[in-house]
């Protein structure tokens, strides 16, 4: 087997500082969507683990919180340091783990989460923790322990927006990473056990979301949840999380729409749209997943789709195949039960379908799929499909895109393509989400992230992302 293919075991959980033996027996098997075999294995942690790693959390709380936010943006950087020189060994990880393209892995599932980390340093060290208002002295503390919970798509990268932001606020942590896609939240606790981050600032418990997940969420000595996953588990985690008064920021799915206005460069519209809603096999929270045009150019902006969707040739991420398999098989079962919804509703299959893709009978690939003619109330206008489906809606008016663009229960992200920026800008400012990319314009690590409506709760990422781990105490002298 050649090296990149070996199987990673860990039998050990990071808590207190210490990789210890879980309490239970059984492990969790991750299986490589490329090949369908097992690639790792971790312990499947019980609620004995996760009270265990929540007393390591609140035992460290209080030095870490007192820790000067010098000392602590000096931690970051180590943890920054340590995991770029291991961008490529986590880049392969989660390109097998996830079934990224190995370079566009080892850009965003490695070396970003890298640079988010290292960000909340320059993040922490420029906050004002502290203000005058009037004779109050205006404290910003850190909230207290966090449960950080993430999904499988972006394994590193969401742990990284958690830990960064938590760490910099003064906030100790309890990580338990997504079953599907755990292994790279060992390498980040291989980090912090190597840089010698103090005991029990940062905790690593794998399991399951119903018991280490649950156990986190109830306990009441976690005084907030940082949840990234799918809307239904979002809803669930604050219903539990509500019985204990605890903060809650929720990262959830989404459902973003690219609208092409009548001055757009279509081709450069549709193409920036399919490849973006194709990225990492189309499971990105932020995928543009409905293409908005003028009806007058629908059948234009069709062709164009299929043109780009055919460059998409499926196959291995580690040989850097354009598009790689979704992560796992329930999920490769999901994305072509949608295809076959998408096609008995009515919408027109432009190219792609619910087969697997020609000469691809192992591995979970799903073919790159773009329908057109789609009604904004069909089922894959409104639900998150997270496989490679495009679903291209046509428009009579700027007012009816916006309506469409604005009507799911969704509010993540959204694209807008026109010829003058301040046209583009004019719409972006109508569209109810988070975020908004005008003509492409780039990712900002920067730049608040999150959803309106039922994309979530919260902000993640600079700033912003920052301030949601601290609580604000009034002084009044
Ligand atoms: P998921 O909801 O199945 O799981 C996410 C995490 O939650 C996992 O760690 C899982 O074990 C845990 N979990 C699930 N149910 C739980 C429960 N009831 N209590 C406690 N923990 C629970 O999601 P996934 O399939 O891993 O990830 C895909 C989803 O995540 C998509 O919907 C995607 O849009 C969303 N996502 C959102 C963002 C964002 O920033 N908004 C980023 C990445 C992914």
Redesign the pocket.
């Known amino acids: 087997m050649p090296e990149a293919r070996k199987v990673r075991v860990r039998e050990s959980l990071y808590i207190g500082g210490e990789w210890v033996a879980p309490s239970g027996s059984e492990a969790i098997e991750v299986v490589e969507p490329a090949t369908e075999e097992v690639l790792g294995r971790v312990p499947r942690g019980t609620p004995a683990d996760a009270e265990r790693a929540v007393g390591a959390a609140r035992a460290a709380f209080e030095g870490w919180a007192a820790t000067p936010v010098e000392e602590r943006a000096g931690w970051l950087r180590r943890l920054h340091e340590g995991l770029v020189g291991r961008s490529d060994e986590i880049g392969t990880l989660i390109a097998r783990e996830v079934g990224m393209p190995i370079s566009m892995a080892t850009l965003i599932q490695a070396i970003a989460p890298a640079l988010v980390v290292g960000s909340f340093a320059d993040l922490a060290l420029e906050h004002p923790f502290e203000e005058k208002v009037g004779a109050s002295l205006v404290l910003r503390e850190p909230v207290g322990v966090v449960a950080a919970?993430?999904?499988?798509?972006?394994p590193l990268?969401?742990l990284a927006?958690k830990v960064g932001a938590a760490l910099g606020a003064g906030c100790t942590v309890v990580a338990?990473?997504?079953?599907?896609?755990p292994l790279s939240a060992f390498v980040l606790a291989d980090v912090a056990s190597e840089v010698g981050l103090p005991a029990g600032v940062l905790n690593v418990v794998s399991?399951?979301?119903?018991d280490?997940?649950?156990a986190?969420?109830s306990h009441p000595e976690v005084d907030m949840v940082s949840?990234?996953?799918?809307?239904?588990?979002?809803r669930?985690?604050a219903a539990?999380a509500a019985a204990t008064v605890k903060r809650v920021t929720?990262?959830?799915?989404?459902k973003s729409p690219s609208v092409v206005l009548d001055d757009a460069d279509l081709e450069e519209a549709v193409r920036a749209t399919v490849s973006q809603c194709y990225l990492n096999a189309g499971?990105?929270?932020?995928?543009w997943t409905r293409l908005l045009v003028p009806r007058s150019r629908h059948d234009e902006a069709v062709a164009i789709a299929a043109k780009v969707a055919e460059e998409f040739v499926p196959g291995d991420p580690l040989a850097d195949a354009r598009l790689g398999p979704v992560?796992?098989k329930v999920?490769q079962e999901r994305v072509r039960s949608y295809i076959r919804k998408g096609i008995e509703e009515g919408a027109t299959l432009v190219i792609g379908g619910p087969e697997p893709p020609v000469g691809l009978d192992r591995g979970y690939y799903v073919q790159p799929t773009v329908f057109s003619n789609v009604r904004p109330d069909m089922t894959i206008a409104q639900e998150?499909i997270?496989g490679p489906v495009l679903s291209i809606i046509p428009y009579d008016s700027e007012d009816e895109a916006v309506a469409i663009a604005n009507g799911t229960i969704y509010g993540?992200h959204g694209a807008v393509f026109s010829g003058s920026r301040e046209r583009g800008l004019a719409l972006a400012r109508r569209l109810r989400t988070g975020q908004v990319d005008v003509n492409g314009g780039g990712y900002n690590h920067l730049a608040p992230?999150?959803?309106y409506k039922q994309?979530?709760l919260g902000r993640?990422l600079g700033r912003s992302g920052l301030e949601e781990y601290l609580e604000t105490k009034s002084v009044q002298l």
Do not use: D, H
């Open positions: 919970i993430t999904p499988c798509n972006y990268y969401q927006c338990k990473p997504s079953e599907v896609a399991g399951y979301g119903e280490v997940g649950a986190l969420i949840f990234t996953g799918s809307t239904p588990a979002g669930a985690v539990t929720l990262e959830l799915g989404g499971q990105t929270c932020l995928s992560a796992s999920q998150e997270f993540l992230f999150g959803g994309s979530g993640e």
